[in-house]
């Protein structure tokens, strides 16, 4: 629990108001509690109070506050040293003490205390000594404080308790024990005040064995032990877990004939909490009230946090309720103890209501979950109102809101088919750029955000969603979904090169983009007439490792062909090929007679034996039928003697054709050449234009050529003879 140190009151000196803030004067005391056994230093008695400046008129100088001004504005120097000489003509207690109290900051106070000694302008007395060792210890210069305190002596400044204390606290709050033990040991003569020092140093750290220690030495040097001392042992033992040292100690505090007050039974009530000893702990708030001592705050809230820790709600409303008929009005540790016991108990009106009165009352809460669990318990009871009115209470309690609140209230309406409210939430968010804010607890989580991508997306809205996103994206979030919704979105509006921005960032990132995703981005491409950036989200897919449908390679294919970019439908026909899809085949022949008309001989012969090895048989029959009509001597050429090397099987006439169009392109050499290899690969021929190719070879002075050619003819005639005789003898034998 929260307690006030019982130190002496230092020396009074009249009021001085400062024209800038002062950053070492002690801060008030706070009553709020964030865990009620945390500190007993703020239970007991009012705040120590500090020797305060003397006042002047408005007519009188402020040496103080000059010299103040001049520490926090320029480097220590010499020449300000002289400075400061020249503001004040003699340095007295009061005058020292006012300038290290509204010191800018600690380093400037020791420059002050070190060079007015050293000057020889002041000689320091207990109350400037004090004072600069407090400072110290405030802002964790206990090495500089020690020095100053073991050298106090040599400057004729007696030892004071005061000191021993404040640099004891100071090693306590920087959680070095063993210093604050050594300091404590230093001391010749001791009182109570030295003891409780000591013990909350130790206790605060467990060391409950060394405080039983220097309990029992107390005792024994004859120093009584005050309620402050209990209510500090009572504090740490109930920390340390140690509930029967603390019964002994509380039975030898009455023993001894000191009385509670209500900060020992505000200590004992939530160290029998601790143990979920829940009617010990009620017998003694109805002691207390017994002895006539009031509850407070801390009481009844104490009393919350217990029944709301034993699971029973419904006896922390009625202490609630107790609480402020008493005219005690609950605090925001109050508030923020209860309301999370409401929602694990489901009832949410009632939360609601004690939400409305916290808000109603401006009591702003330190611990922010309170709202993230109150927001989520609503949405999962159905409240959507109610939840929404938690965010509106944030933004009415000056509490900064968080993408991850919006992201609870966007999901939950989203799922309810509310998207009118969760965009208008959206449009908040964006426009507050809260998402991007740095230092967040609560962050979106990716099930609401995905929710209201979609449906941005579904609806023409994915300009939006993407603004949306690429706020997350700042913040590292990587969502394959989200990403996808996008790219589909983009795509279905119409807008394919946006679609195609995201997929390369995905592509950066190492984002999965899926088939439904690509074959929407090439359809969108289609649409809009760009069949080469189609034919490239095509590749992409299957980078990807997506095999696309039949019908997407066929609407490339044919929005490249029908674009006259017949090679690029080429290369999208092999890769479908080579993806074993058989589909589309009257469109792969369209494609390959393209590519022959247009000169493009080698690679159709290299499609068509790429469609022969995955078992495609293309129609090549037609295919030298149409290059011969049109008069495409070369590719028929080429693509016969191909026919012709791979053994493949064509109509006999074809072969004549090939040849009457050579010859009546006056084609000789091309067509003797071919007309070898038929008669070396099919043997005789009937081509009645031989005799004329012989006669064309002869005049062009390819005698040689006509000469092997009539040899050839005539080789295999004899032959064809000789078969045919042969067959004839064995059929009339038979």
């Given amino acids: 629990m929260a307690f006030i140190s019982n130190s002496k009151l230092l020396r009074w000196r009249p009021t001085l108001r400062p024209f800038f803030p002062n950053p070492l004067s002690r801060s008030s005391t706070s009553t709020s509690l964030a865990e009620p056994l945390s500190d007993p230093d703020h239970h007991t008695q009012p705040p120590r109070s500090e020797p305060q400046s003397r006042s002047r008129t408005s007519s009188q100088p402020n040496p103080e506050l000059i010299i103040c001004r001049m520490m926090a504005n320029r480097a220590w120097t010499t020449r300000l040293q002289h400075s400061i000489r020249s503001v004040v003509s003699k340095f007295d207690s009061s005058l020292v003490w006012n300038v290290l109290h509204s010191a800018a900051n600690p380093e400037h106070a020791l420059q002050f205390y070190r060079w007015v000694q050293r000057a020889g302008l002041f000689v320091h007395d207990r109350e400037t000594t004090l004072k600069m ?86 005792l024994r040097e004859g120093i009584e032990p005050t309620r402050h001392t209990y209510n500090i042992l009572l504090w740490g033992m109930f920390l340390s877990l140690r509930l029967d040292t603390a019964i002994r100690l509380y039975e030898d505090m009455k023993t001894r004939g000191v009385s509670p007050d209500v900060v020992t039974y505000n200590t004992l009530i939530n160290g029998y909490y601790r143990f979920k000893k829940v009617e010990e702990a009620e017998n003694l708030f109805v002691e207390m009230k017994g002895k006539n001592i009031a509850p407070n705050v801390i009481s009844y809230t104490t009393m919350v946090k217990g029944y709301v820790a034993a699971g029973q709600v419904d006896k922390a409303l009625e202490v609630f309720q107790e609480m402020k008929s008493c005219g005690i009005k609950p605090n925001a540790v109050t508030f923020t103890t209860l309301l999370p016991g409401l929602c694990d108990a489901e009832k949410m009106t009632e939360a609601q209501n004690v939400l409305g009165e916290m808000v109603e009352r401006y009591v702003a809460p330190k611990d922010n979950d309170v709202f993230m669990k109150l927001m989520t318990c609503q949405c999962k009871a159905g409240n959507l109102d109610a939840a929404a009115d938690v965010l509106k209470g944030m933004i009415r309690l000056s509490i900064p809101t968080e993408a991850g609140h919006y992201g609870v209230l966007i999901e939950n309406f989203c799922k309810a088919s509310v998207y009118d409210r969760a965009e208008k939430l959206l449009d908040k968010l964006i426009e507050k750029d809260i998402i991007s804010r740095p230092q967040s607890t609560y962050e979106m989580e990716a099930s609401a955000y995905n929710l209201m991508i979609k449906y941005l997306c579904d609806h023409g809205k994915t300009g939006k969603a993407e603004t949306f996103f690429r706020q997350l994206l700042k913040k590292g979030v990587q969502d394959s979904d989200a990403f996808n919704n996008l790219l589909r979105g983009h795509s279905k509006e119409g807008n394919p090169d946006s679609a195609l921005e995201i997929a390369k960032i995905m592509s950066r990132r190492g984002v999965p983009r899926d088939a439904e995703s690509y074959r929407l981005l090439i359809e969108s491409y289609l649409r809009k007439g760009e069949p080469a950036d189609a034919k490239t989200a095509l590749d992409s897919m299957l980078e990807s490792g997506h095999l696309p449908e039949s019908s997407l390679y066929r609407s490339v294919m044919e929005s490249l062909f029908e674009d006259g970019r017949v090679q690029t439908a080429s290369r999208v026909m092999k890769s479908m090929v080579e993806k074993g899809v058989k589909e589309n085949m009257d469109l792969v022949s369209k494609i390959l007679e393209a590519l022959l008309m247009r000169g493009h001989v080698e690679e159709a012969l290299g499609r068509i034996d790429l469609l022969m090895l995955n078992g495609f048989e293309p129609d090549l029959d037609r295919l030298l039928t149409v290059l011969c009509e049109k008069e495409k001597t070369i590719a028929a050429l080429k693509l016969l003697d191909y026919v012709l090397e791979r053994d493949f099987i064509i109509s006999f006439s074809l072969y004549d054709k090939v040849l009457d169009a050579l010859l009546a392109a006056g084609k000789t050499l091309n067509a003797y050449s071919i007309l070898c290899k038929i008669l070396e690969k099919r043997g005789a021929t009937d081509w009645s234009s031989r005799d004329e190719l012989i006669k064309s070879l002869s005049q062009e002075g390819n005698t040689k050529q006509a000469d092997v050619l009539s040899r050839m003819i005539k080789e295999k005639e004899g032959s064809s003879v000789k078969k045919r005789e042969g067959k004839k003898k064995v059929s009339a034998a038979t």
């Fill in 133 to 218: 060792i407090q400072i110290l210890t405030r802002y964790s210069k206990l090495n500089h404080a020690r020095c100053i305190l073991i050298d106090a002596p040599k400057y004729n400044v007696p030892w004071d308790e005061d000191m021993f204390v404040a640099l004891i606290e100071g090693y306590g709050r920087a959680g070095i024990v063993q210093e604050a033990v050594k300091v404590f040991q230093m001391q010749k003569e001791r009182t109570v005040k030295s003891y409780d020092a000591v013990f909350k140093v130790i206790l605060r750290r467990g060391r409950y064995m060394m405080a039983k220690r220097y309990y029992n030495a107390m």
